[in-house]
């Protein structure tokens, strides 16, 4: 069974800290595909990324920084110099590769509620 | 640029009443998806779709749920005999085989 543990349930930083929100999952298949969302109070779900099992490659977009590192089943998010429109919930979720070579259902962390105090 | 659509936006409705909310996934994807989120909470998997059948569904996907696909545009959820614990946001969503899954804007559904 597939599993997403985000252990910070809340942070709170101060604008311009870099802050770093940890994923840390559980899965048997050797294909799968991690995702961050983004969750603002309006409350929907916003794509920020996905990664396949087999791309370790860290990637940065901005002021946001993914580190994907599978000897650890980790995949943490960073924002630099955060902002307060960076203020949300961040959920990390994970999806296995069917048998029909489609998309399982994202199984989803707890999330993390990201506070940034102006 | 494509996006799901989900009406209505809040649903209000009588305990033990039968509710169906909509979602039109975008026109040429394949795999549709309901999901649900307790206020508060994470968001759970509720059940995926593909070729006119239930490809994967949750536990939480019990006999009060059905889905369907009428017309070939919209896609239902329907919860047969609302209970209280059943007040949460739903979000669809489609994939059409690339990079994500899109979630619609979700619907809130409150049972009194």
């Known amino acids: 069974a597939q599993k997403v543990t985000q252990a910070q349930t809340e942070i709170s930083v101060v604008e311009k800290e870099d802050v770093t929100l940890d994923c840390v999952y559980e899965?048997?298949?050797?294909?799968?595909?991690l995702f961050w969302y983004k969750q603002p109070p309006s409350g929907e779900l916003v794509f920020l990324i996905r990664?396949?099992?087999?791309?370790?490659q860290n990637e940065i977009s901005g002021r946001y920084s993914w580190n994907f590192q599978k000897s650890t089943s980790s995949f943490n998010f960073t924002i630099t110099a955060s902002q307060v429109v960076d203020s949300a919930v961040y959920f990390c979720?994970?999806?296995?590769?069917?048998?029909?070579?489609?998309?399982?259902?994202?199984?989803f962390g707890k999330g993390t509620h990201l506070i940034i105090q102006p | 640029e494509p996006e799901v659509t989900q009406t209505p936006s809040h649903q209000v409705t009588q305990m033990g009443q039968e509710v169906i909310l909509r979602c039109v996934p975008i026109?040429?994807?394949?795999?549709f998806y309901w999901y649900r989120q307790i206020l508060g909470q994470k968001v759970e998997f509720l059940v995926s779709?593909?070729?006119?059948?239930?490809?994967?569904k949750s536990e939480i996907f019990d006999d009060q749920f059905s889905v369907e696909r009428p017309d070939g545009s919209n896609f239902t959820l329907k919860i047969r005999s609302t209970k209280l614990e059943d007040s949460a946001m739903y979000f669809c969503?489609?994939?059409?085989?690339?990079?994500?899954?899109?979630f619609g804007p979700g619907t809130r559904l409150t049972v009194t």
């Open positions: 979720a994970l999806s296995e590769e069917n048998s029909g070579g489609g998309a399982d259902g994202l199984t």
């Open positions: 899965t048997r298949d050797t294909t799968y595909y």
């Open positions: 990664r396949n099992s087999f791309d370790e």
């Open positions: 026109s040429n994807h394949l795999y």
């Open positions: 779709f593909y070729n006119n059948e239930i490809s994967e």
């Open positions: 969503a489609s994939w059409g085989g690339s990079y994500e899954q899109y």
